[in-house]
């Protein structure tokens, strides 16, 4: 069985500061995982994905996460906010195979104070 | 390339109406999903097609919920009769086929049941 914990539902930070959002995941098997955002009134678009190889995964949007199997953990970070990073944002984790289905966290609202 | 498109947009019917959704993938995506995604939650597997054959079904209310893929390819999911728990934004998603694809989301569907 699989399943996502976002920490925190709500965060707020200043435009320029560093963006951190946290993701702890459960896996009986290798995980791969997501990180998505969401609009208002859109799909969701995807950040970036781990799936093997290099633990520190970059994204779109000036957006990177890293993998910690230790700490069972996949937080999002950016070094710099912009105010059009506000959004909601969604972690979730996968199995490998063509039949996996995505499981999601119950999400993050970032905002970005001026 | 063409997103995936879904509609209608918006959708308001009363508690016991029926009411179907229409999904078009990205042409050549064998995976399909449909999700549930109620306000201030994370969205929630409902339906999972592998081309026209069903993978997981296991979450959808089957005694209101219904869903099938024509050849493969478009996909409906109606409900009926409706309650007004199942308010919500109804999501599709396609990939190539699973594991490390990435999976594009439609627009979604927001429907409001009175």
């Known amino acids: 069985a699989q399943s996502v914990t976002q920490l925190g539902s709500h965060v707020s930070v200043s435009e320029g500061a560093l963006v951190l959002l946290r993701c702890n995941y459960s896996s009986s098997v290798p995980p791969y995982l997501f990180w998505y955002v969401q609009y208002p009134n859109q799909g969701l678009q995807l950040l970036l994905k781990?799936?093997?190889?290099?633990?520190l995964v970059k994204g779109i949007n000036g957006f990177e996460a890293e993998f910690k199997k230790s700490e069972t953990s996949f937080h999002l970070t950016k070094p710099s906010a912009h105010m059009s990073d506000a959004a909601e944002y969604f972690c979730a984790v996968s199995g490998y195979s063509s039949a996996s289905k995505i499981i999601f966290g119950s999400g993050t609202r970032l905002s970005i104070r001026p | 390339e063409a997103g995936v498109a879904q509609s209608p947009r918006y959708k308001i019917i009363e508690k016991r109406q029926s009411v179907a959704f229409w999904c078009n993938p990205i042409?050549?995506?064998?995976?399909l999903y449909w999700y549930q995604q109620i306000l201030g939650q994370g969205p929630k597997l409902l339906i999972q097609f592998q081309n026209n054959g069903v993978v997981d079904d296991s979450q959808l209310p089957k005694d209101r919920f219904s869903a099938e893929r024509l050849k493969g390819v478009d996909s409906t999911l109606k409900i009926q009769p409706a309650k007004l728990e199942d308010s919500a934004v109804y999501l599709c998603a396609t990939r190539t086929s699973g594991g490390t694809d990435t999976q594009y989301f439609g627009p979604g569907t927001r429907l409001t049941v009175l």
């Open positions: 042409s050549g995506h064998a995976t």
């Open positions: 781990y799936t093997t190889g290099a633990t």
